[in-house]
T-cell receptor
């Protein structure tokens, strides 16, 4: 598969544990945030999103937290599974939702 | 099946030889975008299009052109490719209107310019 990042921060967790991936975003005017998962050889895949007027949103096994005061976003994955191993990117939208800025990504490695 | 299709998946070319990477989506999405992905830099937006005949620059537009003559297609054109355009390219689309509509990405095009 394609290498998407040779020098990414890496988080290694045991299967079944919870994972927390953090992201600092750059623009205080950003009004929409998204987490993407990218597996080797594939394009990014939407996981969960949150608007700037919220501070928490939950999906299936995933939760996104937004702290606008410090411009911080986190992704929590409950009961992490081997299939969760991938690179995770946060992204912020600004300019009416047309301009998107991605973070550098974090590689999640799940140990069976 | 809803999808974004890029072609080719892999391309090796020489400096200065014009090339086009095609992108097509079957979801009737208004918004399409091109990104390049380089190690340690994440994805950077090259160009985006809000609808037919409406395009604008992203963060790294130099050396690229796009066109949006039809809603489903958004080709990326490199008039005179250079080695620093060697990268992994992704096309994405999403529905317009609401801010928070899910973006769908293609499988990527690995371009090498020698």
């Amino acid at each position: 598969g394609e290498s998407v990042g040779l020098h990414l921060p890496t988080l290694s967790v045991q299967e079944g544990d919870n994972s927390i991936i953090n992201c600092a975003y750059s623009n205080s005017a950003s009004d929409y945030f998204i987490w993407y998962k990218q597996e080797s050889g594939k394009g990014p895949q939407f996981i969960i999103d949150i608007r700037s007027n919220m501070d928490k949103r939950q999906g299936q096994r995933v939760t996104v937290l937004l702290n606008k005061t410090v411009k911080h976003l986190s992704l929590q994955i409950a009961a992490t599974q081997p299939g969760d191993s991938a690179v995770y990117f946060c992204a912020e939208n600004l300019g009416g939702g047309f301009k998107t800025i991605f973070g550098a990504g974090t590689r999640l490695f799940v140990k069976a | 099946e809803a999808q974004v299709t890029q072609n080719p998946r892999y391309l090796i070319t020489v400096t200065g030889k014009k090339l086009t990477v095609t992108c097509s989506q079957n979801m009737n999405h208004e918004y399409m975008s091109w990104y390049r992905q380089d190690p340690g830099l994440g994805l950077r937006q090259i160009y985006y299009s809000m609808n037919v005949e409406v395009t604008d620059k992203g963060d790294v537009p130099e050396g690229y052109k796009v066109s949006r003559k039809e809603k489903r297609n958004f080709p990326l054109i490199l008039e005179s490719p250079s080695p620093n355009q060697t990268s992994l390219y992704f096309c994405a689309s999403r529905a317009g209107g609401a801010l928070d509509t899910e973006a769908f990405f293609g499988q990527g095009t690995r371009l090498t310019v020698v």
